[in-house]
């Protein structure tokens, strides 16, 4: 990645408190973590099955408190430059390091069988830390998430492009935008390339993704926030766009 040394310091924040707050930034980002299983189905297996083997997961973790802050997604490829090389991805989100690696622990552990009558094969496992900059409001349905990989301009720090992403989310809501976004920086199980972090950028139904692109280009493009982020960002690239299903 371009910025390794960056990234780097970024897989070594176990504990919020390492991320210390600064005069010179206007907003405190609260990471939490996401573990990405890009997977294939197996022969026979599909999307529907998935699902159905994710409830059966939520229903086992059920039993045990050490997943009750744990979110579990799983995503299916839409808008993609290579359909074949995955058919979906499941995500399970962690408020910090500690819960995470307790949960996996929990779940090598004791988890084999059930492991075992999973519909896909694992193609990449990543683990990652994200920074939440904005959140949509309402009830989720069948929703839809836009990544791209992304580049800062030289001299720019991750902090930086924060507060301007905050300030963007923010002026970008009081015009009608709904949309969830976040900064990902991929740590273990990553593939090298030339991008800093992983922007993504959610809605809690498909139809909202759309609105929200004509919603950009009517009342947000071109404006002091929108200008202010731009000029922090080198490039973003490789966009691709997924259907997302909630499990619990």
């Known amino acids: 990645m371009k910025n390794i040394t960056f990234l780097l310091a970024l897989s070594l924040m176990s504990l919020p408190s390492i991320i210390i707050a ?12 996401a573990e990405y299983y890009v997977d294939k189905l197996k022969p ?16 086992w973790t059920s039993d045990h408190s050490i997943y009750d802050n744990w979110q579990p997604v799983v995503f299916m490829p839409y808008f993609n430059s290579n359909l074949q090389s995955h058919d979906s991805v499941f995500l399970g989100l962690w408020p910090n390091a500690t819960e995470q690696y307790a949960g996996l622990d929990y779940w090598v552990k004791n988890g084999t069988s ?30 839809a998430v836009r990544f791209a990989d992304c580049k800062m301009k030289d001299g720019v720090t991750g902090r930086q492009l924060f507060d301007a992403y905050k300030d963007f989310a923010i002026a970008a809501r009081s015009v009608g935008d709904n949309l ?6 991929p740590g273990s199980g990553s593939v090298e390339g030339e991008y800093d972090y992983v922007y993504s950028l959610y809605a809690q139904n498909v139809a909202d993704l759309g609105a929200a692109s004509d919603n ?12 202010a982020l731009g000029e922090l960002i080198e490039s973003c690239s490789n966009s691709r766009t997924y259907i997302t299903h909630q499990l619990k």
Do not use: C, H
């Not at 969830?180 to 920086?185: L, S, T, V």
């Open 180 to 185: 969830g976004r976040k900064m990902i920086f």
């Open 114 to 143: 059930l492991l075992a009558k999973a519909p896909t094969i694992p193609v990449n496992a990543l683990d990652t830390w994200q920074w939440p900059i904005s959140s949509p409001e309402g009830d989720l349905s069948v929703g």
């Open 44 to 59: 026979g297996k599909d999307f529907e099955d998935l699902r159905k083997w994710g409830e059966q997961l939520v229903e």
């Open 22 to 33: 600064q005069d010179e930034y206007k907003y405190e980002p609260v990471p939490n973590k």
């Open 216 to 227: 950009y280009w009517a009342k947000i493009n071109g404006s002091d926030e929108d200008k």
